[in-house]
């Protein structure tokens, strides 16, 4: 067995998530820093480390939240007519976005601007972008850039420290990504397959040479059909996939149907929509994408 490749400056990066934060809360009285919104936690916790303790990041949703479908309050509204700045993911990831940013006036930055687009190719999402481009960790550099770039604007006496704070953050990710190409270099070609629940992974599945098979394109719709899961069935048994998984914030049934029919292994839960709680597994941006790359490539190459 491969050694294991895992960043070791892991340790760090907690220590300084911890003490940075994440989705810091509200201002207290008295402090003038702007105020940045994201529209969920993943975006909160990368902006926090862009921002250092120069700004003010919240996140509009809570750990947890489904983000597609997901309906804003009046609160959320009133928060984010205060708000100095409003970060959202786009390529269609918040359909509920456009109408929330008119009623709250207030500028927001899409971050995913620049990234390599990958389109979904079935059902009704067809020929439109697959919104999961953070997935990816090379393209969630783009994301650290555009942040950069818009704090620099909002906060310009703060701006060298931004580029600094984004260029360290970048290497970090940067690392994740080194680690998940080594540890599944012994696959065989028909084993490098990503097989999840919803179709989330494109975009991490073209970084590390994968082939992607999901049973519903997006969570907004994460009802199975028997065709959706027969076609998996079908996948993995064509292809004798090792291991399949599901994300945390939909049901794994249809999945552990696929897992019961074709005698695969269940690999484990990824994350992908929204970061955990702060005692949870995954309360950061690079401890998810760890998270999911380590399970992947620990169930795809056969146990540690
Ligand atoms: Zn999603």
Known sequence: MRRRVWPLAWG????????????GGEAPAGDDRPMVLTTFTVLADMAQNVAGE?????????????????????RDVAKASQADLVLDNGLGLEGWFEQFA?????????????VEVVDITEDAYAGKPNPHAW???TEAQI??????AAFAELDPDHAADFEARAADYQQEIQQV??????????????????????????YLARDAD???HYIWPVNAEQEATPQQIAATIEFVEGNDVPAVFCESTVSDKAMLRVVEATGTTYGGTLYVDSLSEAEGP?????ELIQHDAQTIATALTGGA
């Not at 760090?12 to 994440?22: E, F, Q």
């Not at 008119?102 to 620049?114: C, I, Y």
């Not at 994301?143 to 950069?148: G, L, W």
């Not at 397959?193 to 919803?198: G, K, N, Q, S, W």
């Open 12 to 23: 760090l990066a907690l220590v300084v998530a911890s003490i940075t934060g994440c989705g």
């Open 54 to 74: 120069h700004l003010v990041i919240e996140s509009i949703t809570k750990p947890g939240t489904e983000i597609h479908g997901y309906e804003p309050t009046p």
């Open 102 to 114: 008119n009623q709250a006036d207030v500028p927001h930055v899409v971050v995913s601007e620049g």
């Open 135 to 137: 997935m990816s960790p």
């Open 143 to 148: 994301y650290v850039d555009n942040m950069a």
């Open 177 to 202: 990504h080194d680690a998940l190409l080594e540890e599944l270099e012994p696959l065989a070609s028909n084993e490098r397959a990503l097989v999840t629940c919803e179709g989330a992974f494109s």
């Open 210 to 212: 994968l082939t992607e």
């Open 282 to 286: 995954v309360p950061t941006y690079l």
